[in-house]
Every structure is written in C-alpha cells, then in structure tokens.
C-alpha cells in the first residue's frame, strides 16, 4: 500500500525533500548490501510505498509540493533531480508569485479556498496512480503562514475528499526564542484545527533537534538544512519497511493503519512524539559499536524523563514501583516522570531478534486505564537503517510534548491579552471568537495530557 506526501510551505517541502533522499539512499542500500532475498523484498515494499515507476523506469517520489512562492519549489525539484536516483512528478506542484506574509488567516481564509481546486486536482491525481492507498502524510511548520494556514487548508479538504483515509499530520515546532513574531498565534490556530481533521499529529521541535545536531553530530555552524537532515532520518526510521505484530514473515502493507491503531486509541489524544538513538555523524559509524541492551536501557530512560537524545539524559527520574500509595505516585509523576498512553517501538538492525523489549512493558510506564500489554507496539527489521548497524526508534503518545505545549499557549495567550497583532487576523476574517475557540480547545488538550 502507498504513501502519498503533501509537502507544505518553505519547511515542508525542504523536509519532504531530505526524507525521500533518506527513503531512497536505504532502500538501494538494502538492495546491494543485505542478504539478497531480504534486500529484494525490502526494496520493492519501499519503492511501492514511496514511489511511482515512470515509463523510463526512474521512480518518481508519490508527493505534492505545494508553496505560495515558487523559489523553494523549483530548487526541491531541481536538487532531488540533481540526485541521479529519483524525482518528483513534472506536474506535481503547485505554487504562485506571492507568499502569506506569515500569517495563518492569509493563507487559511484567502490562498487555501483561492487555490482549492487546483491544490485538490494534483492530490487526486496521485492518488489515482496509487494501487492501493494506505494513508496521507503532510509536512508543514506551524510558524509562518503558507505551512501552516495553507497546511491548515489542505489538510481540511484532505479530511472531505477522503473521509475513510488516514492522515498523518507532520508539524516542526519553530524555535522558543522566535522565528516570527505571531509564530504562537499561528500555532495555536493550526493545532486547534488539526485536531479536528488529523488523525494523528507527529511533532518535531526545533530546539530539541538542533540540540541533536550540536551535541551529536558535531555541526559547529547549524544550518536548516542541517536540522532538516535529522528530522528526515527519525521519519524515515519510522515510515520505512518493518515487520509489524501482525506480519512476522512479511513487511507490513498498512504502515498508516498500524501506526494509528497502536498509538492513536482516542480521539483526545493525537499528539505523538518521536526519538531515536543512537544518532551521530557519519564520520563516526565506522568506529562505532552497538549492543541491544545498552540502546534500548537509554531509550527506556529518554522515555521516562522525556528526552530527546541520550547525552545528558536525567536518570534520577524514576517510574513509580509497584504497590506505591497515590500521593507518592503523584510526587513522582509531578518531578518530572513521562506517563505514556501508547508506544511504538521500532528496531533495526543486526541481531534485532534478538533485543529484549521487556522493560518497556513495566505497567508504571503507561496511564492506570489502560493495560500496559496493548499500551506497547514492536515493530522489528533485520536490515540496517540508512547505515547504521543498529538502531531503535520509539514514537510515544505520552506528556512529553505537554511542556512546549503549555508553553505556546500562554505565550499566545499573553499577546491576545494584550491585543497584540489582533488586527492582522481580523482583516482576513478571524475573529477574536475564533480565537477564543482555539484556545479552548488546546487547554481541553492540554487538561487530558496532564492528567493521564
């Protein structure tokens, strides 16, 4: 079953861009480099779920690039063309001369029902050239105005075209000091109304991935594209092949379907998170060793305290034991333990039968309402992920975006206090109701995490 990709904005498309490069590199390595049958069977589950053949037999990527400013367009087309091993569709884009200046209404109430039409033919196209579709993924920043309020847009007329059809949202967070000055107004409006149409939400914070690039992969001088590099490399450990509970002998057919049924069993909760370990630079694979225990001890722990990678991860945080009265469970949870309602675990590599996962069904990890055998999903590969030998990724539906969350929400609430750029929304016809909505709606979101 295929995946078709609607890349939003300057963020999205720059994202979806580095992520099929990521898919692509992986898959042609597991054809050449991994056991033949293996890699043969890995290789066509990937080009299916990613990719269309053209009758020149390049595989074009299953996507559509929308932007309201043609320039990062033509340069993502342009540099996944420059790559030599796939494409994106000559008429799979679309864009125009000018952009949404930032601002979530310009692109929500003027370019989305403006471009609709056009925007929803090239959506349908690919679909149509999918055999089987298993689900929709956007990429979009909740920051500026195209990603987000066109995103918004799409992402709305996606839910009334394809009613029965999973959508994955996925947003990259911009940074706390500011990117742009309503970037928390603009987040709010996009969260608020995602939530009605997504079935899941996958987050990616800058600050935490530019950490990542600093602390891990060594950049002295970090670029976006730098930061676009490792958000691609944690979804494509994710959106790639793997061997799910329901298929031990064969790759899964239905990534979206699993993925959703294992994270997503409510409708208050589709906010997912994800890491993966280990993460370095290139350079340093080579003199590098890993062993299942020591990954999946770190990963446990990044869990629980809600970190983002394994260098200065808190192990004085600890799980509530067993037999633990309330008010002690509460103390724990209130310094800074991570409670779960779902996870998914992803491991790839050598020896990957051989990983014990036992610690992650410690019932203390997950919400009492809910049993903690059906709260844990194991995704299993016996393939090495874009080079590395071994590697474990885990996206959790827990409080860990519970903080940032929080955070954004009073930021904004600050500012709308204080009519603070009110009059740039109300001129595109967001009223000050409308806002007041959104807010409700995140504080109702926030309410359930915090209280798992």
Not at 127 to 156: F, K, P
Not at 268 to 277: A, G, H, N
Not at 283 to 305: D, E, T, V
Not at 363 to 378: F, V
Request: charged share 20%; aromatic share 10%; hydrophobic share 35%.
């Amino acid at each position: 079953m295929s995946v078709v990709t609607v890349q939003l904005g300057q963020c999205g498309n720059q994202i979806g861009q580095e992520l099929f490069d990521v898919i692509s590199n992986d898959s042609n390595d597991a054809r050449t480099c991994s056991p033949r049958a293996q890699g043969k069977a890995y290789h066509a589950c990937s080009q299916e779920r990613f990719f269309n053949e053209e009758a020149s037999g390049d595989p074009s990527a299953r996507a559509v690039l929308i932007d309201m400013e043609p320039k990062v367009i033509t340069r993502t087309i342009a540099t996944a063309a420059k790559s030599g091993r796939w494409k994106y569709g000559e008429q799979s884009f679309f864009c125009q001369k000018q952009g949404s200046g930032n601002n979530w209404a310009n692109g929500f109430r003027v370019h989305g029902p403006r471009h609709q039409e056009a925007m929803g033919d090239l959506v349908r196209r690919e679909v149509e050239r999918c055999d089987r579709l298993a689900g929709i993924l956007t990429m979009m920043s909740v920051a500026g105005g195209t990603g987000s309020g066109v995103g918004t847009y799409v992402t709305q007329c996606l839910r009334d075209d394809y009613p029965h059809t999973f959508i994955l949202n996925q947003l990259t967070w911009p940074y706390c000091t500011g990117e742009v000055i309503v970037q928390n107004y603009n987040s709010v409006l996009t969260l608020s109304h995602l939530y009605q149409y997504s079935d899941a939400i996958l987050v990616h914070e800058n600050d935490a991935v530019h950490r990542i690039c600093a602390q891990l992969m060594n950049i002295k001088h970090i670029s976006f594209s730098d930061v676009n590099k490792v958000i691609a490399h944690q979804l494509g450990s994710v959106l790639q092949p793997a061997h799910t509970g329901h298929t031990h002998s064969q790759y899964s057919r239905n990534p979206m379907g699993e993925l959703m049924s294992s994270l997503v069993c409510h409708p208050e909760y589709k906010l997912l998170s994800l890491c993966t370990i280990p993460q370095m630079a290139s350079s340093s694979l080579p003199y590098s060793a890993f062993f299942w225990p020591g990954l999946l001890k770190h990963l446990r722990q990044m869990l629980i305290c809600s970190a983002r990678m394994e260098e200065g991860i808190d192990w004085q945080v600890r799980a509530p034991s067993v037999g633990q009265g309330a008010a002690e469970t509460r103390g724990i949870r209130e310094l800074g333990f991570n409670t779960s309602l779902a996870n998914l675990l992803i491991l790839r590599g050598k020896d990957v039968s051989s990983a014990d996962t036992g610690g992650f069904l410690d019932p203390a990890l997950y919400c009492p309402w809910l049993p903690a055998e059906g709260a844990i999903s194991t995704w299993r590969s016996p393939l090495p992920f874009n080079k590395y030998e071994k590697s474990a990724t885990l996206v959790s539906n827990s409080q860990s975006l519970l903080k940032p969350l929080d955070h954004m929400v009073g930021k904004a609430w600050n500012m709308f206090a204080s009519r603070a750029y009110i009059h740039q929304y109300t001129k595109f016809g967001i009223s000050e109701e409308d806002f007041l909505d959104c807010f409700t709606c995140l504080e109702q979101v926030i309410s359930s995490y915090r209280y798992l």
